[in-house]
């Protein structure tokens, strides 16, 4: 309910009287909104365009600018990125650190963000790895790891979490095969699968340990989708495990449907994060469901526009029970 239906259900009820009511609802009118979040946003972005925009000038002007000159310039820019932040970190906490100085989140994944190019550009121009392209991601992963949980910042561990996934992808399925052959080959699905899993399981024993549980949406998130992608991966192109693979999805949607009716129970303020959770299971679900039902019915042969129907029907369950489930979890918050 807005502020004003609850001083509306109030007066009705005889709790506040019309001259309460009239200065709450002024002071709700008038009261100061909080910016902070549109604010890191916009800080958030710009980062980001300042760091594309630097690959974009390595890319267009690396000829004329010098590739020592362009190293100099990039190392320094890390490493006064890095002393900044570390010069202002925030105290360790195993919980949500909220007293930090201003601009040491922002130095660090400035840091983060540079790094990547930088050691993009020194491979590209100098083959520091040679052709053990596995380091130059474990490299990243090794290092952000470390620096998201000093600085409790879960940007540079969605980021170490990826070249993380990166280096078992590559490490499972060299890099030149992926450019040869199908994607989806039975050594990386199960890579990926025990990843995934893997990194879901540490992120549930720290949370129930009380240790950053907060990087727990930041966890499921980038495994839960890995997972889930791994599972359809399986699903399409392995048709003598398809069944297995089937299963496997279900469950996983099923638990990822249970995780977030579980979140958005006990923990109201995570409504938004349990519904992300909950929107997973849905639509991977539904892709899962649609392709086992073309595969195994052939739909198309039943005549003309029975696809269709099968479209519009599930489309419509989907939404309704979407619909539902979000406005029960806002009744319930």
């Given at each position: 309910?807005?502020p004003?239906?609850?001083?509306?259900?109030l007066?009705?009820?005889?709790?506040?009287?019309?001259?309460?009511?009239?200065?709450?609802?002024?002071?709700?009118?008038?009261?100061p909104?909080?910016?902070?979040?549109?604010?890191?946003?916009?800080?958030y972005?710009g980062?980001t365009a300042?760091?594309?925009?630097?690959?974009?000038?390595?890319y267009?002007?690396?000829?004329?600018?010098g590739?020592?000159?362009?190293?100099?310039?990039?190392?320094?820019?890390?490493?006064a990125?890095?002393?900044?932040?570390?010069?202002?970190r925030?105290?360790?906490?195993?919980?949500?650190?909220?007293?930090?100085?201003?601009?040491?989140?922002?130095?660090?994944?400035?840091?983060?963000?540079l790094?990547?190019?930088?050691?993009?550009?020194?491979?590209?121009?100098y083959?520091?790895?040679?052709?053990?392209?596995?380091?130059?991601?474990?490299?990243?992963?090794?290092?952000?790891?470390?620096?998201?949980?000093?600085?409790?910042?879960?940007?540079?561990?969605?980021?170490?979490?990826?070249?993380?996934?990166?280096?078992?992808?590559?490490?499972?399925?060299?890099?030149?095969?992926y450019?040869?052959t199908?994607?989806?080959?039975?050594?990386?699905?199960?890579?990926?699968?025990?990843?995934?899993?893997?990194?879901?399981?540490?992120?549930?024993?720290?949370?129930?340990?009380?240790i950053?549980?907060?990087?727990?949406y930041?966890?499921?998130?980038?495994?839960?989708?890995?997972l889930?992608i791994?599972?359809?991966?399986?699903l399409?192109?392995?048709?003598?495990?398809?069944l297995?693979?089937?299963?496997?999805?279900?469950?996983?949607?099923?638990?990822?449907?249970?995780?977030?009716r579980?979140?958005?129970?006990?923990?109201p303020?995570?409504?938004?994060?349990?519904?992300?959770?909950?929107?997973?299971?849905?639509?991977?679900?539904?892709?899962?469901?649609t392709?086992?039902?073309f595969?195994?019915?052939?739909?198309?042969?039943?005549g003309?526009?029975?696809?269709?129907?099968?479209?519009?029907?599930?489309?419509?369950?989907?939404?309704?029970?979407?619909?539902?489930?979000?406005?029960g979890?806002?009744?319930?918050?």
């Amino acid at each position: 309910m807005s502020p004003e239906e609850v001083l509306n259900e109030l007066g009705k009820q005889g709790i506040l009287s019309p001259e309460q009511q009239s200065l709450l609802a002024d002071y709700e009118q008038k009261k100061p909104v909080s910016i902070h979040w549109e604010l890191r946003s916009m800080l958030y972005v710009g980062i980001t365009a300042l760091s594309a925009g630097l690959g974009y000038l390595i890319y267009a002007n690396f000829d004329q600018i010098g590739h020592g000159s362009l190293l100099l310039a990039m190392t320094a820019g890390c490493v006064a990125s890095l002393v900044y932040a570390w010069l202002n970190r925030p105290g360790w906490s195993t919980t949500m650190v909220t007293d930090r100085a201003a601009f040491t989140d922002y130095a660090l994944l400035l840091f983060c963000l540079l790094f990547l190019t930088l050691e993009g550009y020194a491979q590209y121009q100098y083959t520091l790895f040679g052709t053990r392209y596995g380091l130059a991601t474990l490299l990243p992963a090794l290092l952000f790891l470390p620096l998201a949980y000093r600085f409790d910042h879960r940007g540079v561990l969605a980021i170490a979490l990826v070249a993380l996934i990166s280096w078992v992808g590559v490490t499972v399925r060299p890099l030149n095969l992926y450019l040869k052959t199908n994607f989806f080959a039975q050594p990386t699905v199960l890579s990926a699968i025990g990843l995934s899993l893997l990194l879901i399981g540490v992120a549930l024993a720290l949370e129930r340990r009380s240790i950053k549980a907060h990087f727990t949406y930041t966890y499921l998130t980038t495994a839960g989708n890995l997972l889930l992608i791994a599972l359809l991966g399986g699903l399409f192109n392995f048709r003598e495990q398809r069944l297995l693979y089937a299963l496997a999805l279900l469950v996983t949607c099923v638990g990822f449907d249970l995780y977030a009716r579980y979140e958005r129970r006990t923990k109201p303020d995570r409504v938004a994060g349990s519904f992300l959770f909950l929107l997973m299971a849905t639509v991977y679900g539904y892709i899962g469901l649609t392709f086992l039902f073309f595969t195994y019915f052939h739909p198309t042969n039943w005549g003309d526009g029975w696809y269709y129907w099968y479209f519009i029907l599930t489309g419509i369950a989907l939404i309704a029970y979407l619909i539902r489930q979000l406005t029960g979890s806002r009744q319930t918050a």
